[in-house]
């Protein structure tokens, strides 16, 4: 064969594993209204910097199907992988093609998923997955195996947690292994129409334990209320604009960036002290314009946790959400708030906090979802912070929830302030005076006159709590303008100093 019949060969080969060479495949996606893996990966990279590998990889079954029919059945084996630029930035690209095998891994798939693995580590670089489709395919027989228990692909992409950045996107049926190498991300992005499971219709029937549709397993509403899913969009392009917005904020900071008017903030709080307030347009107020991408926001609602920007300097935000609980910090909250804060300090991203909050959720039913155990994680998190923590007591700042709040306690971080209508005490008002006073409550007959002793004691208790108060005893380093927020935030950020040295890699928990 010429050098020019060896190239010709293999365009042939490379166009015939194309979108262009596969129309029945390309039909099939269609019908479902998704894209193909090709069209997700070409979305996200910036235009001719794909660089594949393994793209003539055939599946493992050449003792069952001839070369001709295992390339037009295993096309890559089914996974598309290599290095690109994203927005500028490298990152690694991993894309299960559910048109092969309906997205099972086979052998040599592995192969080429641990291979990029490996240089994901070894050089640093962030990973993007789109994730759709089973687990270990059971007819690659080529392959002298059993188990395939010794498949290190679910141990590589493990060990890449709080080294670098990784998105998991699913689209449609992500069950068995695809689930477990999603469910290993830093974030997970889902579509409306996926359904997430650690096994899917097969692997539950067989196991006895009943017949159900793939779309009755794991759907996006389960999915993202019980926060598997951090970010629920309409479809495959929406996931793929919020996987470049996610990566782009560990990126460093942004020299261009727009603000709203900070002096709306001084008539953000309500003027009844316990009337119920939507954080999130202070949020989106406060942040540069356009920057703030929340993550799991159908779960542990009483807490907002999203990636900002403030002056184009990325920030890792908490917020109390007094429409949910009061504010209060429920066991699901306290989790979200812990794994957040240990994201934020992998990749180095300053921490901001805005309290609200009456404390940590009380109660039999509370506390028989585990919540000692779980709202202590909010404290051990923060207590291994490397990152600058930054707490602005919004209005209520009460008890073991503030404190959690505020980092553990509120000199733990760089510095702790409060907007003037803050409030603080060691628990809400009105339950301190109803205990701390109960003996003479009862002891007046009248309920009008109790009530009134009762309001008169609430109001004592207030002027003692008021943030400019407090601040007279420096329990909080100062009680600022609204309006000037942001440059507090950023005065402070500015004031400290970058760390000596390299952290030790830590790991980010899953959940």
């Not at 009844?272 to 347009?281: E, H, M, N, S």
């Not at 409060?418 to 301190?432: C, D, I, V």
């Not at 701390?436 to 004691?457: H, Q, T, V, Y």
Request: glycine fraction near 10%.
């Amino acid at each position: 064969m010429t050098p020019d019949e060896a190239l010709a060969e293999l365009n042939a080969k490379l166009k015939a594993l194309s979108d262009e060479g596969r129309p029945d495949a390309v039909a099939r996606r269609r019908k479902t209204s998704q894209r193909t893996a090709r069209e997700n990966v070409a979305d996200l990279v910036d235009p001719g910097s794909f660089v594949e590998y393994g793209a003539l990889a055939l599946a493992a079954q050449r003792t069952r199907h001839d070369l001709e029919t295992l390339e037009k059945l295993s096309p890559a084996d089914g996974i598309i992988c290599g290095l690109a630029s994203i927005d500028g930035g490298r990152a690694v690209v991993l894309a299960y093609d559910y048109t092969v095998f309906a997205g099972t891994q086979g052998h040599v798939g592995h192969a080429k998923l641990d291979r990029m693995l490996a240089l994901a580590e070894a050089h640093r670089v962030p990973l993007v997955l789109f994730a759709e489709g089973g687990g270990g395919r059971p007819n690659d027989v080529d392959n002298p195996t059993i188990a395939g228990l010794d498949t290190p692909s679910f141990f590589a992409l493990a060990k890449l947690s709080g080294l670098v950045p990784r998105v998991g996107i699913a689209s449609g049926r992500c069950f068995a292994g695809n689930a477990a190498l999603l469910g290993c991300c830093d974030v997970v992005i889902a579509t409306e129409d996926s359904n997430l499971g650690m096994g899917g219709p097969a692997m539950i029937e067989g196991g006895g334990l009943g017949t159900f549709k793939a779309e009755e397993i794991g759907p996006i509403a389960v999915q993202s209320k019980n926060g598997v899913v951090d970010v629920r969009v309409k479809d495959e392009a929406e996931a793929v604009a919020v996987a470049k917005r996610y990566l782009s904020y560990f990126r460093g900071a942004r020299a261009e960036f727009t603000v709203a008017d900070q002096a709306t903030l001084r008539a953000a709080m309500p003027e009844r002290r316990r009337r119920a307030y939507k954080v999130r347009p202070i949020i989106e107020t406060l942040c540069d314009e356009g920057s703030v991408l929340e993550l799991r926001r159908e779960f542990g609602r009483s807490l907002v946790t999203a990636l900002v920007r403030i002056e184009g300097q990325p920030f890792g935000l908490l917020a109390n959400d007094c429409f949910h609980l009061g504010g209060a910090i429920d066991g699901d909250a306290a989790d979200k708030a812990a794994r957040f804060l240990q994201l934020c300090d992998a990749f180095g991203l300053p921490v901001l906090s805005l309290c609200d909050t009456p404390g940590f959720m009380v109660g039999p039913a509370a506390e028989a979802t585990a919540l000692v155990r779980r709202t202590s994680r909010m404290f051990v998190a923060a207590a291994s912070l490397a990152v600058p923590y930054f707490t602005v007591v919004l209005r209520k700042g009460y008890g073991l929830g503030a404190q959690a709040m505020a980092g553990g306690h509120f000199h733990a971080g760089v510095f702790t302030v409060a907007w003037p209508t803050g409030e603080l005490g060691g628990m809400n008002l009105e339950g301190a005076v109803r205990l701390g006073m109960r003996k003479e409550l009862e002891a007046i007959a009248d309920a009008a006159e109790r009530e009134e002793l009762f309001k008169s004691l609430v109001a004592a208790a207030y002027e003692r709590g008021k943030a400019v108060n407090v601040a007279s005893l420096i329990e909080l380093d100062a009680v600022i303008d609204p309006a000037e927020t942001r440059a507090w935030v950023m005065r402070g950020f500015r004031s400290v100093a970058p760390p000596a040295s390299p952290r030790p890699r830590r790991f980010i928990d899953t959940w």
